[in-house]
């Protein structure tokens, strides 16, 4: 990890977005605080109602905190326990007026913010002096007036104003002392609106870790019979009470609760489980020693899962910790309390990057569940299934319906909507989709296909991305383009708002797609926005010779931001023969209206052909994918131990 410069050490880290700062929080093993962490640790917790750390006296600057400026330069903010007095009740130095501080983040269909506290040591105050002045050359005779009668007039009114002018000049300082006084109580709170880590920097806007206390993440499943948590679990770990370790099939147990492991795709044994290791977690006994490398039951091509059964104790709550790990996939865990005709159900999954999930020796992505259950039935038991779902998980949310594909008589036809809400590209793009922008990161091309792809690689000048997209866009099996940055080298996401957009005029977005020689029509989705311009699309598709042979165009004004999905349906060509035909191409343009002048953006979400699936019904057909679907691998979980306490 950067040092920082000589003398810098105790400043406050500015300039940075939200996800830098989570980043940087995750590295050291914390995370940014709650909003009413925050407040707890500001005002010492307890019953406490003080308005500031240090009490109900009114800040004293340079003594509780750093003096507050308002001039036009910034000189930025002060060293951190220059001012003790103003320490929270737990020691907690420069919780207010030296810089804000984020904590939550929130979300609607339209907007992300995170909500700032405590303040900062600068705030930019405008000029009052800023009136139109007349020019009425009153000195000429050009005001219809005597030179004299105008020039007392005058007077007597620049008079007033300026009396009216230190009137109102004391009226602001006065309001201006107020806020900013206003600014450093503890339940001030500020909306920071969010796009992307470019635009989120500040000087004023700085951040704080928090780490939770041992003991505190405790389930509350608020009378439910199971529930359950994801966590990040430490990089050692003392297994306590009963435990379970395992070492491919081979379990070293503590007690009778935890039975052995066992592969989804043998029921009766663990045959398919494989001893590994090279985890970065490490467990320890008892004994203080700690393994040097954990050991574990492997499952290659983990969509069954690796499952494993625990005895409930009747009448009383049980905690059960599941260790695991997952490589270049994600990992999903499943766990079923069946207590006589009962029947209870957690389960979630965690997508995982392939920077978290290299598919080097070891597996660098460490996972932890904490599971809380309670059964009446003595005979009670939890099933506990953890797998990498790279290929089969739950599905998202119902998705906003996708448009019907146009009746087309022609070679070409299309149709242009409004669209808002989700969009499962693994359902509309049975044989390729693609999308642009994930992490908030222009350089992300998340894809179907990295072999075969009908879809070409997009093309324009200059763009750059967004988090705050109308439409959301989920996938259950994708891959990732070369350059794409290691946060989004996913193969599972669920609602990205992400997208990219270009405010140049010009070339805007040039997209081509290849259609396939197939007995079925062809449809291919544009997903695009305009935000306050008129946005043009024009496409073109042409023979594998090059001969255009059809052209659809719509402009469409965009009021705010619009987005909208272009649903293009190409029959399948006449007299042609299906099978190895050569493929036709349909390429186009999508960016703001020549005729527009108005400086605002054009967008480009993500593309989704459905030529009848991976395995069209065109017999021989040139298919994106083979039948196996999109030809991204499958990955392997690993279960490495659990505590029952």
């Not at 400026?69 to 907690?92: N, R």
């Not at 209870?344 to 599971?371: C, I, P």
């Not at 070409?456 to 439409?471: D, G, R, T, V």
């Not at 994918?625 to 991204?632: A, E, R």
Request: with cysteine.
């Amino acid at each position: 990890m950067p040092k920082p410069f000589a003398g810098n050490g105790t400043l406050p880290v500015t300039y940075v977005g939200m996800d830098e700062a989570r980043a940087y929080c995750k590295a050291v093993g914390k995370r940014l605080p709650r909003e009413e962490e925050w407040q707890f640790a500001a005002n010492g917790g307890g019953d406490s109602n003080a308005m500031y750390p240090w009490g109900d006296g009114k800040p004293a600057a340079g003594v509780t905190t750093p003096p507050q400026l308002t001039g036009t330069v910034f000189p930025g903010p002060e060293h951190v326990g220059k001012y003790p007095a103003g320490d929270s009740p737990f020691g907690i130095k420069d919780m207010v007026g030296n810089v804000w501080q984020m904590t939550d983040e929130y979300q609607d269909t339209h907007t992300r913010s995170v909500i700032l506290r405590g303040g900062a040591n600068y705030r930019p105050s405008s000029s009052i002096w800023y009136f139109p002045m007349t020019d009425g050359n009153c000195a000429t005779g050009h005001c219809g007036m005597t030179t004299n009668y105008v020039h007392n007039k005058v007077r007597i009114m620049l008079m007033l104003l300026l009396v009216l002018l230190l009137v109102l000049l004391l009226v602001l300082l006065l309001v201006l002392l107020l806020v900013l006084l206003r600014l450093l109580v503890l339940t001030c709170l500020l909306q920071y609106f969010l796009m992307n880590s470019r635009y989120e920097r500040a000087g004023t806007v700085g951040f704080r870790c928090a780490a939770d206390v041992p003991g505190s993440d405790k389930l509350d499943c608020k009378g439910k019979a199971l529930c359950g948590t994801f966590q990040a679990p430490p990089a050692k770990v003392e297994l306590t009470g009963e435990y379970a370790m395992w070492d491919g099939a081979v379990m070293t147990a503590s007690g009778k609760r935890i039975s052995a492991a066992r592969s989804g795709r043998d029921p009766a044994g663990g045959s398919f489980l494989t001893a590994c290791n090279g985890t970065q977690s490490s467990f320890s006994t008892g004994s203080g020693k700690h393994t040097a490398s954990a050991t574990g039951a492997c499952l290659k091509k983990g969509i069954d899962g690796i499952l494993f059964n625990v005895t409930a104790a009747a009448g009383k709550r049980s905690t059960l910790s599941v260790y695991t790990g997952s490589t270049a996939s994600a990992a999903m865990i499943t766990a079923t309390l069946v207590d006589g005709g009962a029947r209870s159900v957690f389960q979630q999954h965690v997508n995982v990057t392939a920077a978290d999930a290299q598919k080097s020796s070891g597996v660098t992505n460490n996972l932890r569940w904490e599971l809380s259950f309670m059964a009446k039935s003595p005979a009670a038991v939890l099933t506990v299934n953890v797998s990498s779902p790279s290929l089969q998980v739950p599905p998202p949310a119902p998705p906003a319906p996708a448009p019907p594909a146009a009746k087309c008589a022609a070679a070409l036809c299309g149709a242009v909507v409004k669209h808002t809400g989700d969009v499962d590209l693994s359902s509309v793009g049975s044989s390729d989709w693609t999308h642009y922008g994930l992490g908030d990161n222009p350089k992300s091309i998340n894809r179907k296909c990295k072999a075969r792809a009908l879809i070409q690689p997009l093309k324009y000048a200059e763009a750059a991305a967004f988090s705050n997209c109308p439409q959301t866009f989920s996938w259950t099996q994708g891959g990732f383009e070369k350059g794409t940055p290691p946060a989004a080298q996913v193969a599972i996401a669920m609602k990205t708002a992400t997208a990219i957009f270009t405010n140049k005029k010009g070339p805007g977005f040039q997209f081509s797609v290849q259609i396939p020689a197939v007995k079925t029509s062809v449809s291919v989705r544009l997903y695009v926005g305009a935000c306050g311009n008129t946005g043009a699309l024009s496409t073109k598709l042409t023979s594998a010779a090059g001969a255009v042979q059809a052209s659809y165009n719509f402009t469409f004004p965009g009021t705010g931001q619009d987005t909208r999905v272009a649903t293009l349906t190409v029959p399948p060509e006449k007299g042609g023969a299906q099978g190895g035909a050569a493929m036709r191409t349909l390429s186009g343009h999508w960016g703001q209206a020549a005729a527009d002048t108005k400086a605002t953006n054009i967008q480009f979400h993500a593309i989704a052909v459905d030529a009848g699936g991976a395995q069209s019904s065109g017999g021989g057909a040139q298919v994106p994918c083979g039948s196996g679907g999109g030809d991204v691998p499958s990955g392997q979980v690993i279960l490495q131990a659990a505590t029952l306490a």
